[in-house]
């Protein structure tokens, strides 16, 4: 991978894992997605008349993606009633890689051979997380699992979407704020069909906290459409998700929170799944 590329996907990882460690706001998990999506949608607002509308053949790709982001929240939601963070979040987004990869190829869109074993390492090295990393002792149980892969299935299905709806588009930043303003106007109408009118008064003091998170997850992952316009799609996709070392590193440094040994050791797999991905 080209090392302008390579950075610019790792800064999308830094900048996912900072606004998910921003928006401990006390907002169950679907109401913290969809202020995110919300607030997104609002900052594209005034970009919109600088960028072209999106050709044809890229809105069904943007209408797919939005559809698979209302999967991911609600999922995730479900997930979260089954287990912690330290379990979910890793085992969605470490998931999700693998997915891309195997869904990747059905576009002619292949990772090179000595790409795969650090494809494989950092992906082990998120799940081994999954495995020691929640704050309780529970097992990881059945619901918990099988709203997590649909998760990351999700995941896997909208990358997969946006890296062909900006292709078709060959203009990443056009087809990446088009996105955006959809998905937070859709995240609008579903919140609004599910838990009414009211409850934007439950969301309006945390709007300060909903712009910002919406900002820099609209960075971060029109980064990540940009870098899978240059360089093969299931790279970009493992390598944004070293987010959860990034995640890690903001939870231990800021935050306060616990780097036991298993921690550690799932920081040092990912670290290096991370080099290989990049020597590779």
């Not at 997605?33 to 072209?52: D, E, F, R, Y």
């Not at 998170?213 to 459409?225: E, F, K, P, R, W």
């Amino acid at each position: 991978m080209d090392s302008s590329v390579f950075a610019v996907v790792m800064a999308a990882a830094l900048l996912h894992a900072g606004w998910n460690a921003l928006l401990k706001i006390g907002l169950d998990r679907y109401l913290t997605a969809s202020l995110i999506q919300i607030g997104a949608g609002l900052l594209t607002l005034p970009a919109l008349p600088l960028v072209s509308l999106p050709v044809a053949g890229a809105w069904p790709w943007i209408a797919l993606s939005a559809l698979l982001h209302i999967g991911y929240n609600l999922f995730l939601a479900r997930a979260y009633q089954h287990g912690d963070l330290g379990h979910v979040y890793p085992l969605a987004r470490g998931s999700s890689p693998l997915i891309v990869a195997g869904l990747a190829l059905l576009v002619g869109d292949t990772l090179g051979l000595a790409q795969w074993p650090g494809l494989l390492v950092l992906v082990g090295g998120i799940w081994l997380m999954a495995w020691r990393g929640g704050h309780t002792s529970a097992p990881l149980n059945r619901p918990l699992l099988g709203n997590a892969l649909a998760t990351a299935a999700c995941i896997a299905g909208y990358t997969l979407a946006d890296a062909m709806g900006a292709r078709s588009n060959q203009d990443a930043l056009g087809y990446a704020l088009w996105l955006f303003a959809v998905n937070g106007a859709v995240a609008a109408l579903l919140i609004t069909q599910r838990r009414g009118p009211r409850i934007f008064l439950q969301l309006g003091p945390h709007w300060r906290s909903g712009l910002a998170g919406g900002g820099m997850s609209m960075l971060a992952y029109s980064l990540v459409i940009w870098a899978m316009t240059q360089a093969p799609i299931a790279l970009v996709s493992a390598l944004r998700e070293s987010s959860v070392l990034f995640a890690l590193l903001i939870g231990y440094l800021f935050l306060r929170e616990p780097m036991p040994s298993a921690r550690l050791l799932a920081c040092c797999v990912i670290a290096g799944g991370v080099a290989l991905l990049k020597l590779g």
